[in-house]
Nanobody, 124 residues
Framework: QVQLVESGGGSVQSGGSLRLSCAAS????????VGWFRQAPGKEREGLSCTSIRDEDTYYVESVKGRFTVSRDNAKNTVYLQMNHLTPEDTAVYYC?????????????????WGQGTQVTVSS
């Protein structure tokens, strides 16, 4: 069964940090492009980062560049999103997703498998 499960969300104060995990089962994450997305209430789902298939480099959107970092543990078939210097504007449900082909930018229409999401709440 192909599955993505996010974890690590929670509530933090502004300036704090969280690390989200995205664990895959039923397939090898390294064989997919992996993206992180978020969706705040009343807003469109926003792409944050994209790591293409077996690529060491990750593309970040401007709003998170320098604050968020993606890493991968192939042995655990898990991708992480380290989030630092969080602000209330980062409050959202965060999702990881995979695309079956080489994908350089986090355009949600390119991604076919999605996790259930994990809530991140940042208070001022």
């Amino acid at each position: 069964q192909v599955q993505l499960v996010e974890s690590g969300g929670g509530s933090v104060q502004s300036g704090g940090s969280l690390r989200l995990s995205c664990a895959a089962s039923g397939f090898t994450l390294n064989d997919k492009s992996v993206g992180w997305f978020r969706q705040a209430p009343g807003k469109e789902r926003e792409g944050l980062s994209c790591t293409s298939i077996r690529d060491e480099d990750t593309y970040y959107v401007e709003s998170v560049k320098g604050r968020f970092t993606v890493s991968r543990d192939n042995a655990k078939n898990t991708v992480y999103l380290q989030m630092n210097h969080l602000t209330p504007e980062d409050t959202a449900v965060y999702y990881c997703a995979t695309a079956p082909s080489i994908t350089i930018v986090p355009v949600k229409e390119f991604f076919t498998s999605w996790g259930q999401g994990t809530q991140v709440t940042v208070s001022s």
